[in-house]
């Protein structure tokens, strides 16, 4: 069972900037996607990007272009790196990850997540 620990969220300004960090532990190596998912208060979770182990990279259409997805196999994490951030991006942002599954499909079905983490908060004012 692979254990998920985000860190990073914090809050900023709307136009500001924020890197999410997500560790697995024990490691990365058995994984087929990493996916931050986020859930904006009174609001369902929805899946804003994925990454597969062979690098392919899938975003929401509300982040694309601000938001970059990458990943650290010699340290096991996964960063989440969100530019030009918005009022509404503010939510709880979740890593996610499975051992089989493609991530675009993972971020449009969060049933079939495998593990998920406990979430950090980012929030943007205006």
């Known amino acids: 069972q692979v254990h998920l620990m985000e860190s990073g969220g914090d809050s900023v300004r709307s136009g500001g900037s924020l890197r999410l960090s997500c560790t697995a532990s024990?490691?990365?190596?058995?994984?087929?996607?990493m996916a931050w998912f986020r859930q904006p208060p009174g609001k369902e979770r929805e899946g804003v990007a994925s990454?597969?182990?062979?690098?392919?990279?899938t975003y929401s259409p509300s982040v694309k272009g601000r938001f970059t997805i990458s990943q650290d196999d010699a340290k096991n994490t996964v960063y989440l790196q969100m530019n030009d951030l918005k009022p509404e991006d503010t939510a709880m942002y979740y890593c996610a990850a499975g051992t089989s599954g493609a991530g675009w499909f993972l971020l449009i079905n969060p049933n079939a997540v495998d593990a998920w983490g406990q979430g950090t908060l980012v929030g943007v004012a205006s």
């Open positions: 990454i597969d182990s062979d690098g392919t990279t």
């Open positions: 024990p490691y990365t190596a058995n994984l087929a996607y």
